[in-house]
């Protein structure tokens, strides 16, 4: 099947149906049809859509190459005409608020320190989702049918669904009687629009009523107020499992399904909040200190972005679960036993090599590469996290913090480097102090005093329908162990020459010097650097001008032959360890008026 993409090409998938509603509820509403599909064009892609004569074709993409992709109706109600587009595109919802609610006596929070690996099986649980009366006015108009209303309910589900198998090889089925839990009056519905609290208790009440409460697993409630609120580890647990609301004033399109219903879901399944910031709506008590590893507001699932006023990094959320919201679901789903099991077929990748423990200088940028293999052949994905807890504090603190995290999540890549910080943030010159309003800038600030830094590799199969997801540790079901990096000595490692504004003839020798900051001695021990040249800007290092020399503070080169640019930078990394430095700002090679010399 062909989808079209945002750049107006189309991309080939394998699709198959794949139902997130129970046979009993599809037999009665037979026209509601899901699918699932991985591409053919980008291996790495997966594709859930939906379809039905009430509200069309609604699809999602999850692809390290593209990013995250919609396709929805151009319009609510216009079926003829439809888009694709980024979902960082899309328009955020304000004033979002989220608390979770610890107030499940029987869960037992057990110290997850064994890295966990979820794909081989995929555990399906039954859904009770309920809504407001107001919540169906909102999707379907002013005389809603139970229908309509749950043709968009079974939208949001679907894209929840195609997160939730992709990242723990979880399924949510809409139970055979859902349509019992639609309301289409708000003044005769059993719940509290506007009050989250109110609907917890309700929403339990309710769906035991009405459904039975041996006959789901989890249940949720839409509305159009009171924010999210939710249980934590409650999936599964009798007298509980429906403690869970979602509530915005327009309930439809990706922040809702995946900011929101993804993120408050994420609390039944045992997922705390992983932001570290107090700013906005990220204060009031909602920091968990005990999972803060992101920087700031945090941008993956279980963090609050766009929402915490100066300390947000990225105004929406990106489709992954931090590792430890990986460790805390993973660890409720295999101790807990109403999940429906059936094996994918599946093979985990094999996490099979990763970087020994280094010290660095402080304020210099590192690159962390590991390496993975799949016994399926399926496209493997990388993602490097920081695993420090510190205090609360802005985005940047941990800078000259000995604890708090500097780097945020970054979604995952087709190789399995990732550059600290991010080759972005070096190339605009804020590797230390990027500014507070520089958009797409914050979230990553290399430390300014001696101190040891914690990185988790994690590795994802992207199979469709079932994903298999391991991460290093120091237990579990793969043999490595995170990476410690420490920083020392008072001065960074730095290029100082090129370092912006030169003009040097291609095939002149030139002088490239460097302060080594007492990196030729221990704790380094660097005793040789590589040199390299790029001609795009920074972005890239092909041509080696030396391979190795001492690591002494300066050597004299020949600039190698390239077409005349603007755009060069030196690169100079140490041999042996983890660290570089490059150009502040571009350069010039010319050609020599006879040619290359």
């Known amino acids: 099947m062909e989808i079209p993409m945002p750049n107006g090409k189309m991309a080939k998938f394998k699709v198959w149906e794949s139902n997130i509603m129970s046979p009993g509820l599809a037999a009665k509403y037979p026209d509601m049809r899901q699918f699932l599909g991985q591409g ?8 859930r859509f939906d379809y039905n004569p009430f509200t069309g074709f609604h699809g999602q993409i999850l692809s390290a190459k593209t990013g995250r992709i919609m396709i929805d109706p151009y319009a609510n109600g216009d079926l003829g005409f439809y888009m694709s587009y980024y979902s960082k595109d899309a328009t955020s919802p304000d004033g979002f608020v989220c608390i979770n609610e610890n107030d499940n006596p029987v869960q037992n929070r057990q110290n997850l320190t064994t890295a966990s690996c979820l794909g081989t099986d995929l555990r399906t649980y039954r859904l009770a989702l309920a809504c407001t009366g107001e919540y169906a006015h909102a999707v379907d108009g ?14 949001a589900v679907n894209r929840v669904t195609g997160v939730y198998e992709n990242e723990l090889s979880v399924r949510m089925e809409l139970i055979p009687n859902n349509n019992l839990l639609v309301y289409l009056d708000g003044n005769t519905d059993p719940y509290t629009n506007n009050s989250g609290f109110a609907m917890l208790s309700q929403n339990q009440t309710n ?63 045992s997922g705390n909040h992983t932001f570290n910031s107090q700013s906005g709506s990220c204060g009031g008590g909602n920091r968990n200190g005990s999972t803060a590893y992101e920087v700031g507001s945090g941008n993956t699932i279980m963090a609050y972005a766009g929402i915490c006023g100066s300390d947000d990094i990225q105004p929406h959320s ?46 210099t940028p590192f690159t962390l590469t590991g390496t993975a293999t799949d016994a399926n052949g399926d496209a493997l994905t990388y993602s490097w996290e920081e695993m420090d807890l510190g205090p609360a504090g802005a985005w940047n603190n941990g800078a000259n913090s000995t604890t ?24 605009a010159g804020y590797p230390t102090n990027p500014p507070a309003t520089t958009n797409g800038l914050k979230g990553e600030t290399l430390p300014q005093v001696a101190r040891q830094m914690k990185f988790r590799l994690t590795v994802r199969d992207n199979r469709a329908g079932g994903g298999g997801v391991v991460s290093s540790g120091t237990l579990g079901c ?25 003009s040097y003839p291609a095939g002149s020798s030139q002088t490239i010097t460097w302060n080594k900051a007492g990196t030729d001695a221990a704790p380094f021990n660097v005793a040789n650097v590589k040199i390299s040249l790029s001609t795009d800007g ?13 690591n002494d503070g300066s050597e004299v080169v020949t600039i190698p032959s390239v077409p005349a640019t603007t755009t060069a930078r030196i690169k100079i990394e140490a041999i042996g360890n983890y660290f570089f430095d490059i150009s502040d700002a571009n350069f010039s090679i010319t050609i020599p008026p006879n040619g290359f010399s």
């Open 40 to 47: 053919i064009d980008d291996p790495y892609a997966t594709i």
């Open 142 to 155: 002013a005389n809603p049918t139970v229908a309509g209303v749950l043709a968009a309910m079974n939208t």
């Open 207 to 269: 769906v035991d009523n009405v459904i039975g409460s041996a006959n789901y697993d989890i249940g949720h409630v839409f509305s159009t107020g009171g924010g999210g609120v939710a249980s934590l580890g409650v999936v599964c647990v009798n007298g509980f499992k429906a403690r869970g609301v979602t509530g915005l004033p327009n309930p439809v399109g990706d922040p809702f399904y995946i900011d929101y219903v993804a993120h408050e879901m994420g609390h039944q399944y």
């Open 318 to 363: 990106d489709p992954v679960f931090q590792a430890i919201s990986f460790d805390e679901i993973s660890n409720h789903v295999t101790s807990t036993s109403c999940a429906v099991i059936t094996s994918t077929g599946n093979t985990l990748p094999i996490i099979n090599s990763m970087p020994s423990n280094k010290t660095i200088p402080i304020g």
């Open 404 to 427: 708090a995290p500097l780097f945020k999540p970054r979604l995952p890549k087709t190789t399995g480097s990732r550059t600290f910080p991010d080759i972005s943030v070096i190339l």
């Open 478 to 502: 793969q043999n490595s162990n995170d990476v410690i990096i420490t920083t020392a000595g008072s001065t960074p490692f730095a290029l100082t020459t090129p370092n912006g504004g030169e």
């Open 538 to 550: 920074g972005l890239t290092y092909p041509t080696v001008v030396i391979a190795s020399t001492p």
